[in-house]
């Protein structure tokens, strides 16, 4: 059983940076694969980024276009999300997610993950 919750989430302006963290709760957390998604208003979840279970290995979607960087610190049970150079079009309840299959595949897939957090609102202003 894994335990997620997003935090870091806020309002910034285009062009701004803010910094998601997503602490996990149980001992598997080492062995999980994480992603990011992400849901506007009106428009369906969509895949966001990626990182293995030992941080080796990222993934991210064409949208991101080198501005995120995901991270993750093990003995912390943590996983981050570093956004720069913010867009209006960023503006969407950000989401973590768990996968306890270590093999990275598939990530961009939500049936993929197993365990999901609450959400994390970024609102980016032009």
């Known amino acids: 059983q894994v335990q997620l919750v997003e935090s870091g989430g806020g309002s910034v302006q285009t062009g701004g940076s803010l910094r998601l963290s997503c602490a996990a709760s149980?001992?598997?957390?080492?062995?999980?694969?994480m992603g990011w998604f992400r849901q506007a208003p009106g428009k369906e979840r969509e895949f966001v980024g990626a990182i293995n279970y030992s941080g080796g290995r990222t993934y991210y979607a064409d949208f991101v276009e080198g501005r995120f960087t995901i991270s993750r610190d093990n003995a912390k049970n943590a996983m981050y999300l570093q956004m720069n150079s913010l867009k209006p079009e960023d503006t969407a309840v950000y989401y973590c997610?768990?996968?306890?299959?270590?093999?990275?595949?598939?990530?961009?897939?939500?049936?993929?993950?197993?365990?999901w957090g609450q959400g994390t609102q970024v609102t980016v202003s032009s």
């Open positions: 149980g001992r598997t957390f080492s062995r999980c694969t």
């Open positions: 997610a768990a996968a306890t299959d270590i093999y990275f595949t598939g990530v961009g897939r939500e049936s993929v993950y197993d365990y």
